[in-house]
């Protein structure tokens, strides 16, 4: 390697060239004339390029819907899940977008998807130890194919935990082309605090669904077992987004 001694140094590729930096000092080196790259080297920078579009397309559609800012860690660990994943995305139900924290935080059981895309909030859900959450619901649609988002849709409900809550029945369909993604975001608010830390943010998905396929009923329950109400009288709400409906224990 050669040392840049000039006044003007550079780092980067000129021509042919290489400059780098180390400890303080510029040196130049020049490019190898060929790559050798065996089988499985080229196989595994492919896989990775597929995962990183694959990242940066959930990325650009559901950071600019949550109030969790992107940073590296979720540029990093997003690419990781969707390498792991492969082609079954599927795989990146219940990835995290805050690190610290997630749905588990404020849930004692996690909202499940049901056949005709409808989400069950169970009676119960909710710990009562944060007075008021505020649940958004971001539906997005993702051609992996085209690495195009070809539709989204929010919703948001706000929920008092110091009354009782009987359960919530959400509409989440969403018409469109591509895998359907389901994030559920919520966001403690109190009279007391004047601005929410970005720690007590909480964002997963909670639903993956790939092109033409059907949903079976699925839920991940992290602490006390729920049951699904085997009655129900649903009570319609006003239309605002998303169709809400509201379960009641029938009397």
Same mark, same amino acid.
């Given at each position: ?16 060239? *290489? ?69 079954? *995305? ?9 690190? %610290? ?56 409900? %706000? *929920? ?5 809550? %009987? ?33 007590? *943010? ?50």
């Amino acid at each position: 390697m050669a040392r840049q001694t000039g006044w003007l140094t550079f780092t980067g590729r000129l021509g042919n060239h *290489i400059g780098y930096r180390r400890n303080g000092t510029y040196f130049l080196r020049s490019m190898p004339s060929s790559v050798h790259q065996t089988t499985a080297t080229k196989q595994a920078a492919r896989r990775f390029g597929i995962a990183s579009r694959k990242a940066r397309l959930i990325r650009q559609a559901c950071i600019p819907a949550i109030n969790i800012p992107q940073d590296g860690h979720i540029v990093n660990h997003l690419n990781k899940h969707c390498l792991r994943a492969g082609s079954d *995305i599927t795989a990146l139900n219940g990835f995290r977008f805050n690190k %610290h924290n997630g749905l588990d935080k404020y849930c004692i059981a996690i909202p499940q998807l049901l056949p005709h895309h409808q989400l069950l909030i169970p009676p119960g859900a909710f710990h009562t130890n944060t007075p008021s959450l505020q649940l958004k619901l971001v539906a997005v649609r993702l051609n992996f194919n085209t690495l195009r988002i070809t539709a989204s849709r929010t919703s948001i409900i %706000h *929920i008092n935990t110091q009354q009782p809550f %009987h359960g919530l029945l959400l509409d989440c369909s969403l018409p469109g082309h591509g895998s359907l993604l389901l994030i559920l975001q919520i966001t403690p608010s109190s009279p007391q605090r004047r601005k929410t830390s970005k720690r007590a *943010i909480v964002a997963d998905i909670i639903a993956v669904i790939p092109p033409s396929q059907p949903i079976s009923p699925s839920t991940y329950i992290p602490r006390t077992q729920q049951e699904h109400p085997t009655a129900q009288q649903l009570v319609e709400l006003p239309k605002s987004g998303f169709h809400r409906t509201l379960a009641v224990p029938r009397e």
